[in-house]
């Protein structure tokens, strides 16, 4: 096992998860309303779209600022944890995510709500490393795999139950109400931080990194605000050509820079570790396709097959019922099968449900096509992730608890957020190649194709006024579905293909003996 050469403090371990227990309800309450607001939005998307007039590259902002914040300051938020303490930087975490919970529930415009989930992202990265930090340093060796399974197991409740929540919200009430929601759970979680969590000792000395935290912040945020922005100006725009190029500058410069300073924010020498490598690039593709379904499937079930809000977030039950089942499952079965054995079934089995979901037609019934998908993707994510998280944390020394989770966080975040920046220019591109094949057998007159071509920026979600007659719509508008679920299609294949990269890179790339090795 490869770990760095740095001086533990002496801390009091949980030997079991009722001790522990005060740590471990933090712990999912905090990381649980970061991730349920992330998912119930998924959800909202469409909501957005229709009442606040939103295109595609909007609706994509709502999505890709909170997760561009997030994944920026995530790495500078594990070291601020590591340097001043998980539960002081988890408690910031939680007010700043609040006040910007209402703050979005507040927007009056697509613009405003944009910036306020940036806001948020913010506070999530503040409080997201600190709650895996916080088990990892807690618990001792036998008793930290179970409670990373249950944390694993309740925090994908959580982010299972977001779609449901925002979606009866969104069609019953307001969804608005999904952002306010956030503040009784916050006043929760500082209680229970305040109260009855003491602030743990095992803190690194060394000098915070700013200039490699900028340097990440602008490299990442560049190249997807790049290809977000090539949706609608396409690649040769003078804005997108730049942004791209100066944002991969600024990973290359942030690169050299944390090879040759003493403090870097991410030491390079953690990689060294293989597993930890592995891990890393196996959660990549993982969270690359978490992303995308998320973020894909709502737009598909409203625009194509005509779901309610409310619908759709019942139909994501099955997601919820498999992950409570099977990643605490996961987590106490673990050091019995094996870690690789694990990985490879969870990512198998995750990777048949896309191809099932690329199959999708028109005619597509949710009991006979949608349904067994939605089980086989919960039931994969909660047999991989509790693995995944122990490979990660048992490569690395447990000082760097802080560090190492925001890098898991933030590997995970920057996968979706480049998954769905990505897979939107394919969605866009595949949607308008289609689309134009599909008008040329519609005759319309000048007027209604200039108001196709204003509309089209929202694809799935494109409107005709009614002085539109009936029959040339009904054509328009089942093109539209048709170009969409084309779009769909193309997108769940590849996730498909990741989902079995990710099995084979699991079985043959990590050492059973490494991960055999505990955090001493």
């Not at 697509?110 to 306020?116: E, K």
Request: hydrophobic share 50%.
């Amino acid at each position: 096992m490869n770990q760095l050469n740095d001086n533990e403090a002496r801390v009091h371990l949980y030997t079991d998860l009722r001790s522990g227990l005060w740590v471990l309800i933090a712990a999912i309450l905090g990381s649980g309303i970061a991730f349920i607001d992330s998912t119930a939005v998924n959800v909202l998307l469409p909501v957005f779209q229709r009442e606040l007039n939103a295109s595609i590259t909007q609706v994509q902002w709502i999505m890709e600022g909170y997760a561009l914040f997030i994944s920026s300051f995530i790495l500078f938020s594990g070291a601020l944890g590591d340097k001043y303490g998980r539960r002081k930087i988890f408690i910031i975490g939680v007010i700043v995510f609040s006040f910007a919970s209402i703050l979005s529930g507040l927007a009056q415009d697509i613009q405003y709500l944009i910036y306020s989930r940036m806001f948020q992202g913010v506070g999530g990265a503040l409080l997201v490393p600190g709650s895996l930090a916080m088990i990892n340093i807690s618990f001792d060796d036998k008793t930290r795999g179970k409670a990373l399974g249950i944390w694993s197991a309740l925090t994908a409740l959580t982010a299972a139950i977001g779609p449901i929540v925002g979606g009866w919200l969104a069609e019953n009430l307001s969804w608005r109400l999904v952002f306010f929601l956030n503040i009784p759970v916050s006043i929760a979680v500082l209680s229970v931080l305040i109260f009855k969590i003491k602030e743990d000792k095992h803190l690194n000395s060394k000098k915070l990194d700013i200039l490699g935290s900028i340097l990440i912040s602008a490299g990442f945020g560049l190249i997807i605000f790049g290809l977000i922005e090539s949706s609608d100006y396409g690649f040769t725009n003078p804005i997108v050509l730049t942004a791209i190029p100066v944002g991969i500058l600024c990973i290359v410069g942030f690169i050299y820079h944390e090879s040759r300073i003493d403090n870097p924010i991410l030491p390079l020498n953690l990689f060294r570790s293989s597993n930890f490598r592995n891990a890393n690039i196996i959660s990549f593709l993982f969270w690359a396709t978490w992303n995308t379904m998320f973020f894909f499937i709502p737009f598909c079930f409203i625009q194509v097959f005509g779901y309610t809000a409310d619908k759709v977030a019942i139909s994501f039950l099955p997601i919820l019922v498999a992950l409570f089942i099977f990643s605490p499952l996961s987590g106490f079965i673990v050091n019995k099968t094996g870690i690789k054995v694990l990985l490879f079934i969870g990512y198998v089995t995750i990777g048949v449900a896309y191809f099932l979901l690329a199959s999708l037609d028109i005619n597509s019934t949710y009991s006979k096509d949608f349904l067994l998908p939605i089980i086989l993707i919960g039931i994969g994510f909660g047999i991989t992730v509790p693995p995944l998280v122990s490979v990660l944390f048992g490569s690395i020394s447990k000082v760097h608890s802080g560090l190492v989770s925001g890098i898991n966080n933030s590997v995970g975040r920057i996968a979706g957020l480049f998954a769905i920046a990505a897979f939107g220019v394919v969605v866009v591109n595949v949607f308008n190649f289609h689309f134009d094949s599909y008008l040329e057998g519609i005759k319309l007159t000048p007027e209604i194709e200039a108001i196709v071509e204003n509309e089209r920026v929202k694809l799935g979600g494109l409107k005709l006024p009614e002085s539109v007659d009936k029959q040339t719509a009904k054509q328009i508008l089942e093109s539209v579905k048709l170009s969409f679920l084309s779009s769909f299609r193309i997108v769940m294949l590849i996730c498909s293909i990741f989902a079995f990269i990710a099995a084979v890179l699991s079985f043959l790339t990590l050492d059973e003996k490494k991960l055999s090795s505990k955090n001493d």
